[in-house]
C-alpha cells in the first residue's frame, strides 16, 4: 500500500483542498490510502471518509497538533490512527504524545528539523524520541534537502520508523510523497509501520507552491473563518 501520511484539507484554514474531493484526487495519483492530518482539528474525517467508501481509498484520522504550552505554538506533532482530536493548548510535547499514546494513536514527529517552521530544540527531539513512534524523513515542503536528510540520520539513530508525507496544501501536491509497505489493509499497514517495515519516497514541491498556504490562511481570515 502507498499512502501519504500527511496531507491538510481546507479545514486547517490554510488549505485549499475541499475535504470531500481528496479521496478522488488521491485515487488519481495512484494512492491506495491517504491521512487527513489538519492542524488542530478533526473536523474533516467525516465527509473524507465518505467519499472514500466510494472510491476503495483507504483513509488514517489524523492531526497535526500544534503544542502551546504557554498559548504560543513551539512545534508540531502528528497523530495517526486517532479516535477523537487532540487541544495542544496548554500542553507540552509530553502532554501531547501522552493524549495521543492514551487513545491508541501512532505519533510522528513531522519535519523535525525544518528551521523555518515551528520545531522543538534538538535536545528536546532527543528527548522526544524514546517517546514517539516514528519520524517523517522526507517533507517535500521543507526548504533543504539537507533537513530531510538529518531526519532520516535521527530516525536511524534512535531505530524509529520512518514515514513520509506530502505536506499538502493544495491539490496537486497530493502523492507528491508517500510511505509505502506490505500491507493489504490500513490495520496491516498500521503494524507495518509500528515494527519498521515503511519505506518513504518522495519528490519536492515547486518552490513557488509554498506561497499557497498563506494565501489560504490570508483568505480564511477575511472571510472570518475559524475551525470547524
Known amino acids: 500500500m502507498k499512502i501519504d501520511l500527511h496531507i491538510h484539507t481546507a479545514n486547517s484554514l490554510d488549505s485549499w483542498i475541499v475535504p470531500d474531493k481528496l479521496p478522488a484526487i488521491a485515487k488519481r495519483k495512484g494512492l491506495d490510502g491517504i491521512a487527513v492530518t489538519d492542524h488542530d482539528t478533526a473536523s474533516a474525517w467525516p465527509a473524507v471518509e465518505k467519499a472514500a467508501r466510494k472510491l476503495g481509498i483507504a483513509v488514517i484520522r489524523g492531526e497535526e497538533v500544534g503544542v502551546r504550552p504557554a498559548g504560543r505554538r513551539v512545534g508540531e506533532i502528528i ?20 493524549a495521543l499514546k492514551a487513545q491508541g494513536a501512532i505519533v510522528v514527529l513531522p519535519h523535525p528539523f525544518d528551521k523555518y517552521r515551528k520545531i522543538f530544540p534538538e ?28 531526519a532520516k540520520a535521527f530516525a536511524e539513530e534512535f531505530g524509529l520508523p520512518e514515514t513520509a508525507g506530502s505536506d499538502a496544501h493544495v491539490s496537486w501536491e497530493v502523492g507528491k510523497a508517500y510511505t509505502e509497505a506490505n500491507a493489504n489493509s ?43
Open 79 to 98: 497523530g495517526l490512527f486517532m479516535n477523537e482530536p487532540v487541544d495542544g493548548k496548554g500542553k507540552t510535547s509530553v502532554e501531547v504524545i501522552d
Open 123 to 150: 535536545d528536546e527531539l532527543r528527548e522526544l524520541a524514546v517517546k514517539v513512534d516514528a519520524v517523517e524523513v522526507f517533507n517535500p515542503r521543507v526548504a533543504l534537502p539537507e533537513l530531510n536528510r538529518k
Open 186 to 228: 490500513p490495520e496491516q499497514f498500521r503494524k507495518a509501520l509500528i515494527s519498521g517495515k515503511t519505506k518513504a519516497h518522495g519528490t519536492y514541491h515547486p518552490f513557488f507552491t509554498r506561497i499557497f498556504p498563506s494565501i489560504a490562511k490570508l483568505k480564511s481570515k477575511l472571510l472570518g473563518k475559524k475551525h470547524r
